[in-house]
T-cell receptor, first 115, second 114 residues
Framework: QKEVEQDPGPLSVPEGAIVSLNCTYSNSAFQYFMWYRQYSRKGPELLMYTYSSGNKEDGRFTAQVDKSSKYISLFIRDSQPSDSATYLCAMSGLAGGTSYGKLTFGQGTILTVHP | DAGVTQSPTHLIKTRGQQVTLRCSPKSGHDTVSWYQQALGQGPQFIFQYYEEEERQRGNFPDRFSGHQFPNYSSELNVNALLLGDSALYLC?????????????FGPGTRLTVT
């Protein structure tokens, strides 16, 4: 079983839709949770970064972490065609632990927002 | 402010050869991590360098080695290339005055082994 599971999709939505992207994980040591966006043939771009449980909002993006369920989500409101990309969740542990310093990624979800 | 830069952009090598990839971190960052991303997969952690030493290593064989220089730039070396080493190699930087957990990626080097 992989430490981080992410549905690869692909996910296709109309412009203006609310998009929900999710990951589950098995390693309780993970404390930091990130979402990256990756356009074709480019490096991943950091979108959101959250510590422990709770919500974080940045413009049209909201990240949620539920550590009790080992489940994280990214919501995109009013989705735009420019949001079409692969979305990767990533996780890391605290300093001193074996998962510190390295990001463990999900497989990535391919999102297409059509006009 | 220059972000993370990597060179070369693309590389084609033959099985058994050796390759060196290079990375310059974002200004103010002192930690460099390397990842391998196969097509359709998420990046896999190779190793991380801090203060010119390997601080953390993923499940990659010893054919993968690295180095960090005093100016924080880094190299990834892969010996005895296999067809399965074909992938996008990503460098990420972090640290300095920012959070060490926020890693910023370069555009990657696409390596093809024939």
């Amino acid at each position: 079983q992989k430490e981080v599971e992410q549905d690869p999709g692909p996910l296709s939505v109309p412009e203006g839709a609310i998009v929900s992207l999710n990951c589950t994980y098995s390693n309780s040591a993970f404390q930091y949770f990130m979402w990256y966006r990756q356009y074709s043939r480019k490096g991943p771009e950091l979108l959101m970064y959250t510590y422990s449980s709770g919500n974080k909002e940045d413009g049209r993006f909201t990240a949620q972490v539920d550590k009790s369920s080992k489940y994280i989500s990214l919501f995109i409101r009013d989705s735009q065609p420019s949001d079409s990309a692969t979305y990767l969740c990533a996780m890391s542990g605290l300093a001193g632990g074996t998962s510190y310093g390295k990001l463990t990624f999900g497989q990535g979800t391919i999102l297409t927002v059509h006009p | 402010d220059a972000g993370v830069t990597q060179s070369p952009t693309h590389l084609i090598k033959t099985r058994g050869q050796q390759v060196t990839l290079r990375c310059s971190p974002k200004s103010g960052h002192d930690t460099v991590s390397w990842y391998q991303q196969a097509l359709g997969q998420g990046p896999q952690f190779i190793f991380q360098y801090y203060e010119e030493e390997e601080r953390q290593r993923g499940n990659f064989p010893d054919r993968f080695s690295g180095h960090q220089f005093p100016n924080y730039s880094s190299e990834l070396n892969v010996n005895a290339l296999l067809l399965g080493d074909s992938a996008l190699y990503l460098c990420a930087s972090s640290g300095g005055t920012g959070s060490s957990y926020e890693q910023y990626f370069g555009p990657g080097t696409r390596l093809t082994v024939t």
